[in-house]
């Protein structure tokens, strides 16, 4: 349990047994001026009532302050699956598209060392084609290990930064 919570408990329960103690002077009936009139009346009930709502309201409040930013935090969770969603689309889409052009560029070259009349089984051109190719994909791993990297990296961001919004619940001792 926090300090603040156990401290608070503790002030309640001294009111609490405060009041019990001394509850015949609570009761002791009083004249009460209401500004315009005066009434007569028992001064440490209407406290004791002033305290208990004021402590349900601020109770109300944390809760509330709670639950919305529990609800702003899942938003945020939300928001970057959806986003995550859509970077791996993205990534899908481009690795399709180099795949096509690929092969385009491969069937373009075999056309064009066929109508040179270079034999179809070049040793350097094959060798040159697979240290291309070998660049190449390593080239496309680099890419997709930096977008999971930068992925995470927003996610840790976001993450602290909602952890960090969460407010800590206050009370008057604050």
């Known amino acids: ?35 315009l009139t005066e009434v007569q009346g028992a001064i440490g009930v209407v406290m004791l009532g002033v305290v208990i709502f004021l402590t349900a309201y601020f109770m109300a409040f944390v809760i509330y302050v709670q639950a919305s930013a529990l609800l702003e935090s899942r938003r945020h969770a939300q928001e970057l699956k959806h986003n995550r969603e859509l970077a791996d689309q993205a990534e899908a889409s481009r690795f399709t598209e180099l795949r096509g052009f690929i092969t385009t560029e491969l069937q373009s070259l075999a056309r064009n060392k066929d109508s040179a009349g270079a034999p179809s089984g070049d040793p350097v051109i094959l060798a040159r084609l697979d240290r291309i190719e070998t660049e190449l994909l390593s080239a496309v791993e680099q890419s997709a290990t930096n977008t999971v990297v930068s992925l995470g990296q927003i996610e840790d961001r976001l993450a602290r930064s909602s952890a960090a919004a969460l407010p800590e619940p206050r009370t008057s001792n604050d």
């Open 1 to 35: 349990m926090k300090f603040r919570t156990l401290f608070l408990l503790l002030i309640l329960g001294a009111t609490a047994g405060f009041s019990a103690l001394n509850w015949d002077a609570f009761t002791a009936p009083t004249t009460l001026s209401l500004g």
